[in-house]
């Protein structure tokens, strides 16, 4: 992905938005052509490409997922906030003054006061949205497209151990279907191996004893079931 595509060889890459390599690093097909109204500026980082050539993406501060199909780009998805988070305001987001590497003293008082962020991180499965936005700690929302609910993942409520949280929410890197791989980097298992005392026993327990921090890499995937009382 690019938004300077002026330097491409390749006149397919020069006239699209949106860029398919093969693990080679080879061109194999573009999405989006540059007069394609309306253009978001992707940020490459944050973007859920799907096997058929489908992309979803958020822009930053952004409440809205985008959907690239068939060369079109239409809104696929709206966050309509109904929790007892706060979220900015369209003049707040135009009033944000960021540094050279992406830090806002603004956000960050924003942060404070309970206030949460859109910053792109979405993966879209067969039934489900998911989003982290970001805030004083990070909120992890799923939304199930089959009943219409969404469930926030409490980060104190999810284990009295908060390493072991983070083994399977904050390094999610992809999903199939509905099944979600993380892959947690060497920092955060070396945590959790020092509290693995703390953990409930269980197969991920018993594993986890018998591995070293140079075992690496290390795959967890795992499913989320929204409970059915979810309002």
């Not at 279907?177 to 947690?184: A, K, N, Q, R, T």
Request: negative net charge; aromatic residues 14%; charged residues 25%.
């Amino acid at each position: 992905m690019s938004l300077n595509n002026t330097g491409y060889s390749i006149p397919e890459m020069r006239e699209n938005c949106v860029h398919f390599l093969d693990s080679n690093c080879r061109f194999v097909s573009a999405q989006v052509p540059l007069e394609t109204p309306p253009v978001v500026p992707i940020l490459g980082l944050y973007v859920d490409c799907h096997e058929e050539g489908t992309v979803f993406y958020q822009p930053v501060l952004s409440e809205v997922i985008y959907c690239i199909k068939n060369k079109e780009v239409y809104p696929y998805y709206t966050y309509h906030n109904r929790s007892d988070y706060k979220m900015l305001s369209g003049k707040e987001k135009e009033t944000l003054v960021f540094d050279g590497y992406g830090r806002s003293k603004d956000l960050s008082e924003k942060w404070k006061r309970d206030y949460i962020v859109p910053w792109g991180n979405i993966l879209v499965t067969d039934n489900y949205v998911y989003n982290i936005f970001q805030g004083k700690e990070d909120v992890h929302l799923f939304y199930d497209k089959k009943t219409g609910k969404s469930i926030v993942f409490d980060w104190d409520k999810l284990s009295k151990e908060g390493n072991f949280s983070t083994l399977f929410l904050n390094h999610i890197h992809c999903a199939k279907g509905d099944v979600f791989y993380s892959v947690p980097s060497s920092y955060w298992l070396h945590k959790v191996l020092n509290s693995i005392d703390n953990m409930p026993d269980g197969k991920l327990k018993k594993y986890l004893q018998n591995m070293e921090i140079d075992d690496n890499p290390f795959i967890l995937s795992f499913k989320i079931k929204i409970p059915e009382d979810t309002e």
